[in-house]
């Protein structure tokens, strides 16, 4: 069964696409409100004092060790408003450490002298922009003096539309979710052809908008559709065989919001309805962290069973332990991995090592930034620096995961020294997710011929966004493949299936 790359993206969800659309054609600019504030806090030097200047000579050596390896500065040049990839990395970083210090005023101090280089706006180089959008997102926090932040409201209907445009422009614009889901969806295709059966179930643990689910839909109705041709021509008296009939797809997907799942159902049904010879089901469950309820999912014996985790590496440990003892009582056929290296879980930009156990927040925040200075880096290359379709993009989608990635890191950090919540050090460290797969008896495979071949056919035809920047990356002998811009790697993916228990000799 061939994988059919296809998008098949629509508005969906009550004309989401056309009002956000509408909502992005009437704004001039992307980011308003001018410089970032810190309340009570005047202009002052960046580091002042013995404590500044030793926090600062500190920010020196870890901005120098963050530009050896190949961070923001490395993939940026200086920007018309004179600020440098490398100075605004140890702007951040210092503004970062100031926090921690407790000097709320060399923060925001340093905050400042960031906005002053550095806008969101058309016109900066993509240094400039990822750095606005980090200090838009750290201003909050250290003037809580990296407090626990109070849960948001839910977003207004007007601003959901918006970032659902903005996820559907960057979808279609860089190759960075479709190497997710395509890479997914083939892993899927060879389980579910192995597994001999005619229903398949795939447990997603992050649907969002269902992006990736048409793609393997039309797989899966053209592969039946050939079948059901094919035994036709066959003798009545052979009965037909596992290969007539339709194919059975029941979808269980995990997601932040009842309105996101239904209009994500009915999105996925549309497109379902058009494709014969397959019969398709949604099933929708709230996410509500460790408290989700897991345990009401219908699971169909007579089926495949995958499991689709793209991007969990952000989970907290408690939920992700949870989220694993539910993929263990599945025993699923197969379970897909991919995770970015955005210092947030068990993946970095080269190693592991960022984000350990440390006593301090600098090295993972310096995985995040560099992984988003990449991302940056990448649409620069792929959209017009006076795009309205990237200023969207960065500021809807890109600026709220980096103000995401910015709450987690500080949730793990407080979690780590016992601050908000207890535990200790074991209840909160960053989730390592190929040691809890390999915990359960699940072992690594090599992932086939054919998913290598079809993710770098999908670079290929993406090959007028970044000038081919985007390259797939081989490694752990075959078990693993990575996408990455340029010398950084931004996401890689594993396969992993149920170890085969070894047969005493008597």
């Not at 190759?175 to 005619?198: C, D, K, L």
Request: hydrophobic content about 40%; overall charge neutral.
């Amino acid at each position: 069964m061939n994988l059919t790359l296809s998008l098949a993206i629509d508005g969906g969800g009550g004309g989401d696409a056309a009002a956000a659309a509408a909502a992005v054609a009437k704004k001039s600019k992307v980011v308003g409100g001018g410089a970032v504030v810190v309340d009570g806090v005047g202009s002052s030097a960046i580091c002042g004092g013995d404590r500044g200047s030793r926090v600062r000579d500190r920010m020196v050596k870890k901005a120098e060790e963050f530009d050896h390896e190949n961070g923001m500065a490395a993939t940026s040049s200086d920007g018309g408003g004179g600020g440098g990839g490398m100075e605004l990395v140890r702007l951040l970083l210092s503004a970062v450490a100031a926090g921690e210090a407790g000097d709320a005023r060399a923060a925001a101090a340093a905050l400042r002298e960031v906005d002053r280089r550095a806008s969101c706006r058309g016109g900066g180089d993509p240094a400039q922009r990822v750095a606005a959008c980090y200090a838009a997102a750290l201003a909050p926090r250290l003037a809580a003096g990296l407090r626990p932040a109070r849960s948001s409201p839910a977003a207004p209907a007007a601003a959901r539309a918006e970032q659902f445009l903005a996820y559907t422009m960057f979808y279609q614009a860089s190759p960075f979710y479709q190497f997710a889901h395509f890479t997914a969806n083939q892993a899927i295709v060879e389980a579910f052809e192995s597994g001999g059966r005619r229903r398949l179930h795939v447990v997603d643990f992050d649907v969002s908008y269902g992006f990736q689910w048409p793609s393997l839909i039309q797989s899966l109705s053209d592969a039946a559709a050939a079948a059901t041709s094919s035994s036709s021509h066959d003798d009545d008296d052979n009965g037909g065989g596992c290969g007539d009939g339709p194919v059975s797809l029941r979808i269980t997907g995990f997601g932040a919001s009842a309105d996101e799942l239904r209009e994500t159902e009915a999105r996925l049904r549309r497109f379902a309805a058009g494709c014969p010879n397959l019969r398709f089901e949604f099933e929708g469950i709230l996410n509500n962290g460790s408290n989700t309820r897991h345990d009401c999912t219908r699971i169909d014996d007579d089926a495949t069973v995958v499991v689709n985790l793209v991007f969990p590496a952000s989970s907290r440990e408690a939920c992700a332990a949870t989220r694993m003892a539910y993929i263990n009582s599945l025993n699923p056929s197969m379970v897909f991995l991919i995770e970015k290296h955005d210092g947030g879980g068990g993946l970095t930009g080269g190693d592991n090592t960022t984000t350990g156990r440390s006593a301090s927040l600098l090295p993972r925040f310096a995985a995040n930034l560099r992984y988003f200075a990449a991302v940056f880096d990448s649409l620069h290359e792929c959209l017009p620096a006076d795009s309205a379709e990237r200023l969207a993009i960065e500021r809807d989608h890109l600026g709220r995961e980096i103000a995401d990635a910015v709450a987690s890191l500080d949730h793990q950090h407080r979690r780590r020294h016992g601050g908000g919540g207890g535990g200790g050090d074991h209840a909160s460290a960053s989730w390592n997710w190929k040691a809890a797969m390999e915990g359960a008896g699940l072992d690594g495979v090599k992932l086939s011929s054919r998913t290598v071949s079809q993710a770098k056919l999908l670079l290929k035809m993406k090959s007028g966004c970044g000038g081919g920047g985007f390259r797939v990356v081989e490694g752990d002998g075959g078990m693993a493949m990575s996408l990455a811009w340029r010398d950084m790697a931004l996401a890689t993916a594993t396969v992993w299936r149920r170890r085969r228990r070894r047969r005493r000799c008597r």
